[in-house]
């Protein structure tokens, strides 16, 4: 199969951890017979850089015209005093937007040789296997109007949180089905008791879970969720929530599960894919090779299985990441004193080694 893909390395780290994610990519290529176009491009910072806009038309028309688009990070704060719709993270948004891209499915698992990296004791974390199924182009994020009006010192900032019954119909149905083939259970968070975005949700969703019977559905208010999360994280089985909610949770379920860097995502619905770490461009430690490079590299699992329907390939990917972690590889964000943390480059080849090992084991 010819695999047609858009990189965008984006900022920050972003760069460094998608060289290891395409050296996983050519891995699989080699191992499984594929070919792989890979158009690089600038987003975010990166973009603002070279052309003044955090999406440039060229960057784009190739993701568009690609079968799957593969990103970094984007951001920092030397773009702070950027204006808002020029901001790295407006070209993101844009991004999701152009590409219709509804869905974001964010994975946490605790592999087994992490239990020690996080927070939580071992037993409470063991098992630990959540799909969050985060809508990603409604909520406070999209809505209008948002604005900051008045004068300095007196100045009043607003932002509308906006969700109408078939972006919340759509974003469930994604939910119930991927939790078919998992353990059908879903939970779905809002705040249902304040917010009456929160109890349209709350409806339609139990609306939806009629078409499912074989799945069960729960509430949660998402400040119980968040605390549900933290005393009893392997109960859950897919998270269904609105824009903003999916990304806190997201991000303390990454703390959870050992570190953020090894969370991947998937942003689909439209006709091209997007995927990316869930992690942020970390620019404190960017250019020094200590990013764990993990969460991209998970993200090109999802992007084979979701988007190539290659699903021997991704679980190899997978299946890597967890024989390098059993073999004690740690970079800095998952080293424990007394271990030595390797770099980004080393975790991508130990990665790669393992995918070769494995093919030569099944031959």
Known sequence: MLLKITLLPGDGIGPEVTDEAVRIL????????????????????????????????????????????LLGAVGGPSFDGVAANMRPESGLLR??????????????????????????????VRGTDILIVRELLGGIYFGEPRLIQGPN?????????????PEIERIAHVAFELARARRRKVTSVDKANVLDCSRLWREV????????????????????AAMALVARP????????????????????????????????????????????VHGSAPDIAGRGIANPLGAILSVAMLLRHSFRLEAEATSV??????????????????????????????GNFTAAAIKQRAKSVA
């Open 26 to 69: 050519e891995t699989v290529a080699e191992v499984f017979g594929h070919q792989i176009s890979l158009t690089r491009k600038d987003i975010g910072g990166a973009a603002l850089v070279s052309s003044s806009n955090p999406l440039p038309n060229d960057t784009l028309k190739a993701c568009v015209a690609s079968g799957a688009v």
């Open 95 to 124: 991004l999701r937007r152009e590409l219709a891209v509804f869905a974001n499915l964010r994975p946490a698992v605790c592999f087994p040789a992490l239990e020690d990296c996080s927070p939580l004791r071992a037993e409470v």
């Open 153 to 165: 010192g007196q100045r009043s900032a607003i932002d509308t949180m906006h969700y109408s019954e």
């Open 205 to 224: 969703t139990s609306r939806v879970a009629m078409d499912y019977p074989d799945v069960q559905l729960s509430h949660m208010y998402v400040d119980s």
């Open 234 to 277: 392997a109960e859950f089985d897919v998270l269904l929530t609105e824009n903003m909610f999916g990304d806190i949770l997201s991000d303390q379920v990454g703390g959870i599960v050992g570190s953020l860097g090894m969370l991947a995502s998937a942003s689909v619905g439209g006709p091209v894919a997007l995927y990316e770490p």
């Open 318 to 347: 997978e299946a890597a990441v967890a024989d390098v972690l059993s073999a004690g590889h740690r970079t800095r964000d998952l080293a424990k004193p007394g271990q030595e943390p390797i770099s980004t480059s080393q975790m």
